[in-house]
């Protein structure tokens, strides 16, 4: 109950006379080119730590704090 090798056939013929040709290979090589990015973007993603360290986190949470620190301005009371 299988699909014989004519049925395939006659399927891609009439999907080419739908479609024709140069649509299929256009979208032929946009799928490869989506295909390619999602490998990328999950090879890139696989590269990164999985998790930041804590001390970095608290490095970068006390920098955050003195900036913040330094910026607030005490207020002229002349201007009242």
Not at 12 to 32: A, E, P, Q, Y
């Amino acid at each position: 109950m299988g699909i014989s090798i004519w049925q395939l056939l006659i399927v891609l013929g009439i999907v080419i006379l739908l479609f024709g040709t140069k649509k299929l290979r256009n979208i032929g090589s946009d799928l490869g080119g989506a295909i390619r990015g999602f490998k990328k973007s999950m090879n890139d993603e696989d590269n990164k730590p999985a998790e930041p360290d804590r001390d970095s986190l608290q490095e970068k949470t006390d920098a955050q704090s003195q900036q913040a620190e330094t910026e607030e301005k005490p207020r002229d009371k002349s201007h009242s």
